[in-house]
DNA sequence: GTCCATGCAAACTGTTTGCATTCTT
DNA sequence: AAGAATGCAAACAGTTTGCATGGAC
């Protein structure tokens, strides 16, 4: 168990390190980059948006709209990420890396995503895998609606759509 | 409450005719191909599937790619059709009329699509939703894993990947 | 020298849209 | 004649891929 703790603590880009060794793949400075970039904080975020901020730095500070897509689709692979919902027809990633499994509240109107977890929800869907004999590697909930700050009219909600 | 008992029973095509009058629209053979076929069965399909077969039909027995997506909307918004999933990066429809809310397992080795029906998760996501001050007006809950056909190896799996 | 990784541009895919034509009333 | 609907082809957007170049060991 004292392993398995360690191994829940060490950062993001150790994980990414060792997944990558095991594949017989190198930690680029390039890579670095986008784990570095993606778990600067705990935001849901998609590719475009790390393109627009990455694509543009010097080089060995960013990465190229290929690579990143390269390096997400790695990082999804090394559990360090999990691609959540779509929106605006991006797939949208969260971290899967140190935080307990979630899912979430998408508003319709101003695109907000609230996190919430909930164990009735895990529980029941082992109970239905299993008596399904489907062996279950994960699932993604996203519930439509309106959240309250856009419930509220007369203000104007200050975010927009295509903010995630 | 007769209304309503009566409401359900009435068959898709009406249903529909009916929300294309509210809106001013009229249910031109070519959409009425579309819900027809669409209703045949009460499978999952995806857009391209029916493009295949009603593009190549005669006029007024079939209808055009464009066609067929323009009136795969409309029936999302009468209320006929729900968008339940994503597979080979196609949105997959099915009956949302007269069915009861249920959600998928999905086997990512076959791409067989199981449902399942369940109160509790139903339930715990009003709870949910209540607590957040969220009105919400659906929800898509894709599980995946492997199916228990996929799970007995030695016997290669009939299904492909690329047929839903 | 071999293998991995990068960036660019082109390709791909599902879906949407503009537009000229046709149908309905 | 006005409005709505169609089919075609082109546009679109996000993502993937082929390939020539560059870098690490």
């Given at each position: 168990m004292?392993?398995?703790?360690?191994?829940e603590d060490i950062d993001p880009t150790e994980k990414?390190?060792?997944f990558?060794?095991?594949?017989?793949?190198?930690?680029?400075p390039e890579r670095e980059a986008v784990v570095t970039a993606v778990y600067a904080t705990h935001?849901?975020?998609?590719a475009e948006q790390w393109v627009a901020n990455l694509s543009q730095r010097?080089?060995?500070d960013g990465a190229s709209r290929s690579t990143i897509y390269r390096t997400l689709?790695?990082?999804?692979?090394?559990?360090?990420l999990r691609r959540v919902a779509r929106a605006n027809d991006r797939e949208v990633y969260e971290h899967d890396y140190g935080y307990p499994q979630h899912d979430h509240l998408i508003c319709s109107k101003c695109g907000d995503m609230i996190e919430f977890a909930n164990d009735v929800i895990s529980?029941?869907?082992?109970k239905v895998a299993n008596a399904h004999g489907f062996r279950m590697s994960g699932h993604r909930l996203e519930v439509e609606g309106v959240c309250a700050k856009c419930l509220r009219p007369p203000q104007r909600s200050h975010r927009?759509?295509?903010?995630i």
């Amino acid at each position: 168990m004292h392993l398995a703790a360690f191994d829940e603590d060490i950062d993001p880009t150790e994980k990414f390190r060792e997944f990558l060794q095991t594949k017989g793949m190198r930690l680029t400075p390039e890579r670095e980059a986008v784990v570095t970039a993606v778990y600067a904080t705990h935001d849901h975020f998609d590719a475009e948006q790390w393109v627009a901020n990455l694509s543009q730095r010097g080089r060995k500070d960013g990465a190229s709209r290929s690579t990143i897509y390269r390096t997400l689709s790695l990082l999804v692979e090394a559990g360090l990420l999990r691609r959540v919902a779509r929106a605006n027809d991006r797939e949208v990633y969260e971290h899967d890396y140190g935080y307990p499994q979630h899912d979430h509240l998408i508003c319709s109107k101003c695109g907000d995503m609230i996190e919430f977890a909930n164990d009735v929800i895990s529980e029941t869907l082992e109970k239905v895998a299993n008596a399904h004999g489907f062996r279950m590697s994960g699932h993604r909930l996203e519930v439509e609606g309106v959240c309250a700050k856009c419930l509220r009219p007369p203000q104007r909600s200050h975010r927009r759509l295509d903010m995630i």
